[in-house]
């Protein structure tokens, strides 16, 4: 039997796709990361030699001062892409993609036919999954990243393109989502939290914490608008000025490793304000270091009801219980190393990395559990990430003011769509435009 090579490609989020990829090779299998666009926080390390001249380009691109430059360059970065796209898949049986890309996204002119990727690779029988993040599936509506940042126009036109962008990629692949950040699928797809986030057992750092140390609690926001930081800092404000004794340690913009030196002192993380998941990148990293995760979140409400067990045991709540969860947690160092444990526990049993690669495994093989599979019209999460609920409702009601419910980009018989619909309804019928939410 032929053995199968993998492909994984084309952005890093997290270190994910690394730990990932090493995963297979710990396996036996043949797999290969191919790296465009690397982010910040874990910094510049896949580079693979086919795409030494597309890097190469996008830099000189990126400094020309003249448009016919950018015009050059940029088709030096469409033969470069091609090249690259023609080797993999003659070389590659099956494909992970993650947050939504492909190679020809990232030139622009290949932009524009950015589908022919995926059916070329559909003709040749090739497996695809793509690995949904969140941002690159949820609707703008309902994402802090975008809310109150742009026009109504604007964020209408994002809505649209989101929406045409999950439906094509449903046409030829298999998706892994986040189920409330599920707005615009029309297929079934494969639960995020079944796959899990990647982790390996050499992130966990060596506890520096002495007996006597004073409490420490610490935030590290990737983006402190989406992360609620602003509240946050206003609810260790007031816990403090209530008496309680702790330090406060809050680190943003800096690389892994400076967070990884943080989180060896910490005994609680707070990952975020208004998350729609109850553990993500930062939360798992804390969960294997044993350190109690507080997560505030809408969500919080309704996802036992959805996700399939185990589930995450981390502190998830709902934003308004965030302060009493903490000063619980700070008068009960008990609680706060049974948590800890238990999170440790289900990293240990569930996201190390090759169970993961496992699992990615299952699914080419279609040999995963039908609980992995969620229906996208089960999907009733209005909420979104990163906002108050008051902000979600203003954006709606001026998104159906200006586009009419077409806007929405939902099914009308869907849940989704009652429930936002509901919501306009609502706050139109108050005179100031706002609603009990």
């Not at 796709?17 to 036996?28: V, Y």
Request: charged share 30%; proline share 3%.
């Amino acid at each position: 039997m032929k053995k199968r090579r993998i492909f994984l490609g084309v952005l890093e989020l997290g270190g994910m796709m690394e730990r990932l990829n090493n995963a297979f090779h710990e396996m036996g299998m043949e797999s290969d990361f191919y790296c465009v666009e690397n982010d910040f926080f874990f910094g510049e390390k896949n580079d693979k030699p086919i795409l030494k001249k597309y890097r190469v380009h996008t830099s000189r691109k990126k400094n020309a001062a003249r448009e016919w430059e950018k015009t050059l360059w940029s088709v030096f970065q469409m033969w470069d892409i091609l090249h690259a796209f023609f080797y993999v898949l003659l070389r590659y049986d099956l494909f992970i993609y993650i947050y939504g890309r492909g190679m020809f996204f990232y030139n622009r002119y290949l932009r524009k036919v950015e589908e022919l990727e995926f059916f070329i690779l559909k003709i040749f029988r090739k497996k695809m999954v793509m690995w949904l993040c969140g941002s690159d599936s949820r609707a703008p509506y309902c994402n802090g990243a975008f809310c109150g940042e742009y026009s109504v126009a604007k964020l209408y036109s994002m809505t649209l393109e989101k929406a045409k962008r999950v439906r094509m990629l449903e046409k030829y692949m298999v998706l892994i989502d986040n189920p409330a950040s599920s707005h615009f699928h029309t297929k079934p797809y494969v639960i995020f939290d079944c796959i899990e986030i990647p982790i390996d057992e050499e992130e966990m750092v060596q506890n520096s914490k002495r007996a006597n140390d004073k409490i420490t609690i610490l935030h590290a926001p990737s983006n402190q608008k989406i992360k609620g930081t602003t509240r946050i800092r206003n609810i260790i404000k007031e816990i403090k000025e209530e008496g309680y004794d702790f330090e406060y340690i809050e680190v943003s913009g800096v690389p892994h490793e400076v967070v990884r030196e943080k989180m060896a002192k910490a005994d609680i993380v707070i990952d975020q304000l208004y998350c729609d998941t109850p553990k993500a990148i930062f939360a798992t990293e804390a969960a294997l270091n044993g350190v109690p995760v507080v997560i505030g979140g809408y969500y919080a409400d309704v996802y036992k009801e959805v996700l399939p067990s185990p589930i995450a045991p981390t502190v998830f709540c709902n934003p308004e219980e965030l302060k009493e969860k903490l000063i619980y947690l700070i008068g009960h160092k008990e609680e706060r190393d049974r948590i800890g444990k238990a999170e440790r526990e289900y990293v240990e049993n569930h996201c190390f990395a090759r169970n993961v690669a496992n699992n990615f495994m299952k699914i080419f093989d279609d040999v995963y559990p039908r609980e992995w599979i969620m229906n996208p019209a089960d999907n009733n999460y209005i909420w979104g990430i990163g906002l108050e609920k008051k902000v979600i409702a203003d954006e709606i009601v001026k998104l159906i003011d200006c586009y009419g419910t077409e806007a929405l980009c939902l099914d009308k018989n869907g849940i989704l769509y009652k429930r936002y619909l509901q919501l306009y309804n609502e706050c139109k019928k108050n005179s100031e435009g706002e609603v009990e939410v």
